[in-house]
């Protein structure tokens, strides 16, 4: 893997509210490398999106910035694309056009025919050729997820950027669809920035974990590479010592800083902060 592919150095960002700048994020640094798949986590309210939307290039560091490839990001760009956890899909365009949209801004120039193959070669990669006419309103939600994968791969992004990409499915779904990201990462090779609050998941993925102090002003608290050989298999992972000893180092992360939003929560009550202390830890045992 090369070294400087992807570089965040002293990022911070304070946000305007009614009561004055509100400091999210403060000197964040994080190098990635070609090809990695970083996982964020962190408590709800952390500024996970935050650290995407601005590598995405959707918000701006109020200090530091971001580096891909030598060029600083400033905007959004098709080299950077972002699957969202609600799937974005345009809702009056069928599978097939919504990733034709993406592929025509991506392709300008080339022909009708080789569009259309490049439409087919993405849906095929998530397993999603037998419903190219139906609309998202005919699919499920997990059909959707793949379709937002694949109009996002379709881009050819050096890095894809998902936020919760598969918080809102079922397990079983949610298992398929690890599976198929494993395996598209095994063949394409993107640099991957995937937001989660599942342990298991960030573990499964994972390069490297990149675990998240809690705001304001959040930072990065520790980074913990997942040194398990691939490709992964999610079943003998389950007894793998060496699975479990990554889990173990996120939950006891986690749940150290559990113990530390009680006293934010006590504080907000006194009107002296703004943080966004709602934590999603109810959503399972071993979810952030
Ligand atoms: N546009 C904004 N204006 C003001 N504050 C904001 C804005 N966007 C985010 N914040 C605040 O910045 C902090 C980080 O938010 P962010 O959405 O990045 O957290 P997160 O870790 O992704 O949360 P979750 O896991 O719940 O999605 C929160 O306190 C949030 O309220």
Redesign the pocket.
């Known amino acids: 893997m090369q070294s400087k592919h992807l570089e965040l150095s002293q990022v911070g960002i304070d ?1 305007p ?1 009614p009561k004055g700048p ?1 400091t ?1 994020l403060t000197d964040v640094n994080l190098k990635i490398a070609k090809g990695e798949f970083v996982s964020l986590i ?1 408590h ?7 650290v995407l939307n601005i590598v995405a290039g959707l918000h701006q560091a109020t200090t530091g910035g971001v580096i891909l490839d030598g060029a600083e990001v400033t905007t959004p760009g098709p080299e950077r694309a972002v699957v969202f956890q609600n799937h974005s899909l345009l809702p009056w365009l069928s599978v097939y056009k919504n990733v034709e949209l993406a592929v025509k801004h991506a392709m300008r120039g080339q022909s009708k025919a080789q569009m259309r193959e490049w439409v087919m070669h993405n849906l095929e990669l998530v397993h999603m050729t037998h419903a190219l006419d139906k609309l998202p309103s005919e699919i499920s939600g997990g059909m959707k997820q793949r379709v937002g994968i694949a109009r996002a791969l379709s881009m050819q992004p050096k890095v894809l950027l998902m936020d919760e990409p598969f918080g809102a499915l079922d397990a079983l779904t949610r298992a398929h669809l690890q599976d198929a990201l494993m395996e598209i990462h095994a063949n394409l090779g993107n640099t991957v920035i995937m ?1 989660t ?1 599942d342990v298991d998941e960030a573990v499964l993925l994972s390069d490297r974990i990149v675990m998240m102090n809690n ?2 002003a959040a930072t990065i608290g520790e980074i913990l590479e997942v040194d398990l050989p691939r490709p992964r298999e999610r079943l003998a992972l389950a007894d793998s010592p060496a699975y479990n000893h990554y889990r173990h180092e996120v939950l006891t992360f986690l749940y150290d800083k559990q113990k530390k939003i009680e006293p934010v929560s006590q504080h907000r009550k006194a009107g002296s902060t703004k ?2 202390s709602d934590n ?1 830890a109810s959503k399972s045992s071993d979810a952030a």
């Open positions: 946000f509210t509100f999210a962190g709800s309210g952390c500024g996970k999106s935050t937001i609050h705001g304001p943080v966004k999603k």
